[in-house]
């Protein structure tokens, strides 16, 4: 932004941007990768004349200081219009510490430059003896007078070859593996004493290169931050390009995504039953990355630290890529036996050198290992492996790494606390020999909060909090195991809303307990009439086995068919005959339900009863993603206090990378889960998209609560399989909630299906 400019006058910016974008795509495209790379240039001096580069940064850097909602529209903007990427990266690691830590001479003479791409940039951090392994960098630099004197080697440096300037990490203080006595260093790459020498990747090219410094000399000015600061200064590059510097690459990949789908429709491999796995998978995976940037930025703007979103993201994102091209050369056919530069290559060999390509992206700025590790020491707080003793956990383990609504914060905080104390671990092993009880005394507890009516419209006697809101309760019960049938009364209210049965849900939001009675099948519930129960005028007669809840409500709200159509009905429970069944998970009540010409009321029939079913089953899935995201997270918090506790061998288990890893795997998954289910609740219901993102998220949620709880046991070893533990109740819990709405597997495959119809017609009009 120019000097003097006002607020005001950048509010077009949508308008302005739009303009020189359309600009741009009428001219003509470069041929060579040297044209592309000047065009790149031109583009990136072209915004900052126009007040239009770098949007997240503040008007007194030259940026644009925008929201976050606003920057997410311009980064959609300019990857939607295929404008050119800043032709160096790596620069936007730089720009924030200079931001945070530069004097305002190092600001005035490097970010304009970096900013228009006048000067390209490389990260001078690893060294042959020092990858991932920071610490035991060797480069040295020593005073002399008003300079320092630089003398060592960096390894794996990108762009290293055509790089203006590098900022390096080099040790000023004593030799070793300490971070203290490391500074910041800015190194212009034509200084006497750097030789370059480019290293060959894997794809066939040279993107990086090894670097000797020979008594390279840098003037004390180019330092950032104090002598000695290099590692805090280090750890704000790390964490802006983790959390800011790449918010465009959920919008990279979301172009990459659906370039993979259009790639298995058009090689007629849509239809193949584990290629829809895999696509749902990589949907899923690229929503993933969106919510935690989303949620990285908001930290930052917050004024919080992004780290351990930000350190989770960094993982997903670089095995995402990798899972991604894997599935694309597969796509691909014979064809991934050819050369990237092979004439038969498909799409011109992109998609083998992008497989080739990634295989760099779990061992660039830090190998998957040591983002596991740096997870698990710095986020979840376990020993260290390197016997550096234990740090503070960043979050409380279990608990969601942000929460940016107040009102979320509060009722997590006072309905988690309530739950808690009333539920404990001799009660719920109790409940192994009664199947048709639930805890009276904390039902009434959450009653007073305003469950499970919590989303219902307030005309109906409900809290109208919304969706988001009724899934932190209900995760919030499901943490603490609560012996209640919380989901599938709010199952049965949806319904019932849906379907506008105003006396039902009356009584629901006022403290009745419910079932929905519907007979389930792997993709949930069963509408085939000859399963349905039949209604006969008002009297309705069948059987339905497998009805959660049922022992214990109050009010049952039924999917029946009426000889034309399905039709949605309701009765007090005591007017059907319930037979318990014994159920899996000990903390909830199953039954068959028969009814021998009863008396119900008439919801809705035909078309609106489709209707209603259809707008209450994606409230369903929601609800059941959300009970499972806190039986993962519990899972969670006590493998995670387990192996801080636990010994073997003199050493706490959870300092042994085996243990740690695999606590960092599952606090991926778990908030994975809950990132999309939130995601998914904050989506209005007339959205497009929500049916998609509630079939993804549920499946996430789903397997991400089995395989945790599994874990969680193996973690626990001998003690975890024992029945007083209460392990083995999380991994009942989540086993059944698979079967309730729908197996995983196949939530997935309608997903796919989904994706593939979106994209489908345009690919066929492409062809065209």
């Known amino acids: 932004m120019e000097a003097g400019q006002t607020s005001g006058e950048i509010t077009d910016w949508r308008e302005r941007l739009t303009q020189l974008m359309a600009d741009y795509a009428r001219r003509p495209r470069p041929a060579t990768s040297k044209e592309r790379a000047a065009a790149a240039r031109r583009w990136q001096s072209e915004l900052v004349d126009a007040g239009l580069a770098a949007p997240g940064w503040p008007r007194s850097a030259g940026g644009m200081e925008l929201e976050l909602e606003d920057q997410l529209d311009y980064y959609r903007m300019t990857t939607s219009a295929g404008v050119p990427k800043h032709p160096s990266s790596i620069s936007f690691i730089v720009a924030p510490t200079l931001i945070v830590y530069g004097t305002q001479e190092q600001k005035d003479r490097f970010l304009e430059p970096l900013l228009r791409a006048d000067e390209i940039w490389c990260q001078g951090f690893s060294e042959p003896g020092a990858g991932s392994d920071l610490a035991s960098l060797s480069t040295r630099a020593v005073r002399d007078g008003d300079n320092y004197r630089v003398t060592g080697q960096k390894i794996w440096t990108s762009q290293g070859d055509h790089a203006d300037w590098m900022f390096a990490l080099v040790r000023t203080g004593p030799a070793g593996r300490s971070t203290a006595g490391i500074s910041y260093l800015l190194i212009d790459m034509k200084s006497p004493g750097i030789d370059v020498r480019p290293l060959r990747d894997a794809s066939g090219a040279a993107h990086f290169a090894e670097v000797f410094l020979d008594d390279v000399v840098v003037p004390m000015a180019n330092r950032v931050g104090e002598e000695g600061e290099g590692w805090s200064v280090m750890r704000t590059s790390l964490g802006h390009e983790r959390a800011t510097a790449f918010l465009a690459d959920e919008f ?29 998978e990589m949907e899923a995976g690229v929503r993933v990355i969106a919510a935690n940037s989303s949620r990285a930025l908001a930290a930052v703007l917050r004024g919080e630290d992004p780290g351990a979103v930000a350190s989770v993201n ?61 997870i698990a020491e710095s986020v979840l707080g376990l020993p260290s492996h390197r016997g550096e003793g234990t740090r503070s956990a960043s979050i409380t383990p279990g608990r969601p790494l942000t929460v940016s609504d107040e009102n979320e914060a509060d009722l997590r905080a006072v309905l988690g606390k309530a739950v808690s104390t009333s539920v404990t671990t001799a009660a719920l092993m109790s409940r192994a020999e009664t199947h048709d009880d639930y805890d009276i005394g904390l039902w009434d507890e959450l009653v007073k909060f305003g469950l499970p009516g919590l989303a219902a419209a307030e005309d109906l006697g409900g809290g109208g909090a919304g969706v988001r809101l009724l899934c932190a309760a209900v995760e919030e019960a499901a943490f603490n195991l609560a012996p209640v049938p919380l989901v599938p009364t709010v199952i049965a209210l949806e319904v019932a809303v849906a379907a506008q049965g105003r006396e039902v849900v009356s009584a629901i939001c006022a403290g009745a307990t419910a079932a929905l009675v519907v007979p389930l099948s792997d993709r949930g519930w069963s509408m085939e009439s000859g399963r349905l ?213 196949q939530l997935r495959d309608s997903a796919a299906q989904l994706l593939v119809d979106r994209l489908d017609h345009g690919y066929s009009d492409e062809r065209r």
């Not at 993979?260 to 584990?274: H, N, Q, S």
């Not at 290559?345 to 983002?371: C, F």
């Not at 109050?554 to 005959?577: E, K, M, R």
Request: charge should be negative; aromatic fraction near 4%; include cysteine.
């Open 252 to 280: 990279r990949y979301r172009t990459l995504v659906d370039k993979v789908i259009r790639l298995a429709i058009g090689r007629g491999r849509a239809d193949d039953p584990i290629v829809r796995q895999e696509i749902a």
């Open 533 to 745: 129960p039949i209604l006969d005028g008002n009297r309705l007669t069948g059987s339905v086995g497998e009805v959660p809840g049922a022992p214990v409500a109050d009010q049952l709200v039924v999917v029946a068919h009426d000889g034309v159509g399905p039709v949605i009905v309701t009765c007090n429970a005591a007017a059907a005959s319930i037979s318990v069944q014994e159920a899996l998970d000990l903390t909830a009540t199953i039954g068959t339900v028969d009814f021998e010409a009863t008396e119900v009321e008439v919801l809705a029939r035909g078309d609106d009863a489709r209707r209603s079913l259809a707008e209450a089953r994606r409230i369903a899935e929601l609800v059941m993603a959300a009970d499972s995201v806190g039986v993962a997270n519990r899972a969670l918090a006590m493998a995670v206090d387990w192996a801080g506790q636990r010994e073997q061998f003199g050493r706490k288990i959870g300092s042994y990378q085996a243990i740690s890893h695999r606590c960092a795997d599952m606090l991926v998954a778990s908030e994975g889960a809950r990132s999309q289910v939130f995601a998914a609740a904050d989506m209005p219901p007339d959205d497009p998209d929500a049916t998609l993102a509630a079939h993804l998220a549920t499946s996430a949620a789903l397997d991400a609560a089995v395989s945790v709880s599994e874990d969680c046991i193996q973690v626990h070893g001998g003690i975890g399989f024992t029945w007083e533990h209460t392990a083995h109740l999380l991994l009942r819990r989540a086993v059944s909630n698979q079967v309730l709405v729908g197996r995983p597997e």
């Open 314 to 374: 960094r993982l997903v994102k670089s095995e995402f890529e990798q899972r991604l091209h894997r599935l694309a050369l597969r796509l691909t056919g014979p064809g991934a036996a050819l050369g990237n530069r092979s004439p038969g290559a498909v799409d011109g060999g992109r998609w083998t050198y992008g497989y080739l390509m990634t295989r760099a992206s779990t061992i660039g700025a830090g190998t998957a290992e040591i983002q596991r590790n740096t």
